[in-house]
């Protein structure tokens, strides 16, 4: 079983809707907005670049922490400005409530579909934070004890020809 196709740009375009629609009413801080919004200006780049694959880590690392940002937002102003828009405009509250838990919900998706759009344009399956690390592979490992024969042999021979004892070639 394939897995779809699915676009950059509809993932960005979905997720703007709903963050626009999410803060249709001011429930949300602006923490909430510009994390978002700083997510999808990622997306965009993503868009533009296409073969960039440092594009799609960070749109791809940006929506993994969004979501816990978003569980964060939602968790804390929900009560809160439920009660406070009851009677204002309780229904323009919902709808703006349902519109940011949708797209907390659409994350995940979105991210397994960043991911294989990373694995399209050349990541390979770890990703690297550029931090040191030490690996046990001795495929490339050159021993220090072995020298290499030819070089040994045309600095004895160039000694000879010379007959003067000169810094030695290694």
């Not at 922490?65 to 937002?73: A, E, F, N, P, Y």
């Not at 968790?75 to 009660?83: I, K, N, P």
């Not at 229904?91 to 294989?116: H, N, W």
Request: glycine residues 8%; contains cysteine; aromatic residues 12%.
């Amino acid at each position: 079983m394939e897995i779809p196709a699915i676009s950059l740009k509809a993932i960005v375009l979905v997720h703007w809707l709903l963050t626009v629609w999410g803060c249709l009413i001011t429930w949300l801080p602006y923490s909430f907005i510009l994390g978002n919004l700083s997510v999808l200006a990622l997306g965009v780049w993503a868009i533009a670049q296409r073969d960039s694959i440092d594009a799609v880590v960070m749109f791809l690392m940006g929506l993994a922490v969004t979501i816990l940002t978003d569980i964060v937002h939602i968790g804390v102003y929900y009560t809160q400005s439920e009660s406070l828009y009851e009677r204002t405009a309780r229904d323009t509250f919902r709808f703006s409530a349902g519109m940011a838990i949708l797209s907390l919900l659409l994350k995940p998706v979105s991210c397994f579909f960043v991911y294989q759009m990373y694995r399209e344009r050349g990541g390979d399956y770890n990703i690297n934070f550029g931090f040191p690390t030490v690996t046990r592979n001795r495929d490339t490992y050159q021993s220090i004890d072995q020298q290499d024969q030819s070089t040994a042999a045309a600095g004895s021979v160039a000694q000879a020809e010379d007959g003067k004892h000169g810094p030695r070639t290694y």
